[in-house]
């Protein structure tokens, strides 16, 4: 049985015009919970940890990563304090399509 790779699936669907439309739309959501993982890894914690130092829990913690929530900017302060990071928010023009 062959497997098939989540990259090879998004290459393909990248030929179809609603995909890319639709995978543009979530951009900053993938931002985000890149920058989340980044900052976590970088620290060196576990989910668990993190959640621990936020005084929360790891499904909280979790659903940050998936997308799964839109947090406050409360809670990214103390996603960043409890990844020893500081939290940057800055605005960018807009694109232009």
Known sequence: MSRILADDLHKKWMK??????EYAALEEEFS???ALIEARTR?????EQVARRMKTTQAVIARLESGGSKPSTRTLERYAEATGSRLRITFEPARVA
Do not use: E
Request: glycine share 8%; net charge positive.
């Open 43 to 47: 620290a060196g914690l576990t989910q």
């Open 16 to 21: 179809d015009a609603k995909y890319r439309r």
């Open 32 to 34: 985000l919970v890149s």
